[in-house]
């Protein structure tokens, strides 16, 4: 069983606009507000979207990029993200286990 929870670190951003984002673009998951940082920074979020996929002991095995390619999605050949939840499920070691996430900085409170 797969459980996606979205954490917003940015220091300005409003339930509301966590919200209204969600409804613009049919994003049902939850988002987990984090104005002051502290599970972002605990996690080491750098970039949105920076992904973190945690197995059920509660041990990070994937943390990184989405997939392999930052500018076009018609150029994607490894969603990393996917990878590491079907080798998760299936009891595989994830490889990789840790990429290089790509977009804005997070936005922290400081």
Same mark, same amino acid.
């Given at each position: 069983?797969?459980?996606?929870?979205?954490?917003? @670190?940015?220091?300005?951003?409003?339930?509301?606009?966590?919200?209204?984002?969600?409804?613009?673009?049919?994003?049902?998951?939850?988002?987990?507000?984090?104005?002051?940082?502290?599970?972002?920074?605990?996690?080491?979020?750098?970039?949105?979207?920076?992904?973190?996929?945690?197995?059920?002991?509660?041990?990070?095995?994937?943390?990184?990029?989405?997939?392999?390619? @930052?500018?076009?999605?018609?150029?994607?050949?490894?969603?990393?993200?996917?990878?590491?939840?079907?080798? @998760?499920?299936?009891?595989?070691?994830?490889?990789?286990?840790?990429?290089?996430?790509?977009?804005?900085?997070?936005?922290?409170?400081?």
């Amino acid at each position: 069983n797969t459980v996606w929870i979205a954490v917003n @670190s940015t220091k300005d951003n409003l339930p509301k606009d966590s919200l209204d984002w969600a409804k613009k673009w049919g994003v049902t998951y939850a988002t987990l507000q984090d104005p002051d940082g502290k599970i972002g920074k605990a996690y080491g979020a750098e970039k949105t979207p920076h992904m973190f996929v945690i197995d059920p002991k509660g041990n990070v095995i994937y943390k990184g990029a989405i997939d392999d390619d @930052s500018t076009d999605e018609k150029k994607i050949k490894t969603n990393y993200v996917d990878s590491a939840l079907v080798a @998760s499920q299936k009891g595989s070691k994830v490889n990789p286990a840790e990429t290089k996430a790509y977009g804005c900085t997070v936005k922290y409170k400081n």
